[in-house]
């Protein structure tokens, strides 16, 4: 069973949306007395995510539902989440995520479209079964320059 799991679903790899969700990912693990978070990028699964039966798409998925701690990371796209995310969370079974502590975090140009795409993001962990915190981790234009730092003050928050 993985402790921390951090999903990103920006379509590109290397994405500041999954330095973000790492940073915050590492800090988590520590925080809990682990030594690091399991990554999953949806940016290297690539076409066979769209394959039934594809075995790196089943282990990743295998992933997040042996997670105790979900960061799931999503770029803002028309004040939602992207839609490979949601191609790979549409073949959890229902309450796939039962038990698990689910962090929405959402990257966006402006703060409005960051926190509409976060509500619709959390919404739909829950609906997979997850415990969503309160309050998800949405990232704008400047904070995105130093994830660092940014994951450090979430987690700060989140910890207190």
């Known amino acids: 069973m993985s402790d921390v799991v ?3 679903g920006h379509p590109h790899p290397g994405s500041r949306t999954l330095q973000l969700a ?7 693990a520590v925080s809990r007395g682990g030594t690091g978070a399991v990554i999953v990028d949806v940016s290297e699964l690539g076409p066979g995510l769209l394959v039934p039966g594809d ?5 990743a998925l295998l992933e997040l ?7 799931v990371a999503t ?10 995310l949601k191609v790979l969370l549409d073949q959890l079974p229902a309450n796939a995520l039962a038990g698990v502590l689910a962090i929405p975090v959402v990257t966006a140009d402006l703060q409005a479209q960051a926190d509409v795409a976060e509500a619709f993001l959390a919404r739909l ?4 079964g997850a415990d969503v915190v309160d309050f998800g981790l949405t ?6 320059a130093d994830p660092a730092s ?3 003050l979430y987690t700060a928050a989140l910890i207190s």
């Open 125 to 128: 962990l829950s609906d997979l």
């Open 55 to 59: 075995a790196a798409t089943g282990e």
């Open 6 to 8: 951090v999903l990103s």
């Open 139 to 144: 990232a704008i234009g400047p904070e995105l």
């Open 22 to 28: 790492t940073a915050l990912g590492e800090r988590l």
């Open 75 to 84: 770029p803002a796209y028309r004040s939602t989440f992207s839609g490979v």
């Open 150 to 152: 940014a994951a450090e």
């Open 65 to 71: 539902q042996d997670a105790t701690v979900l960061i």
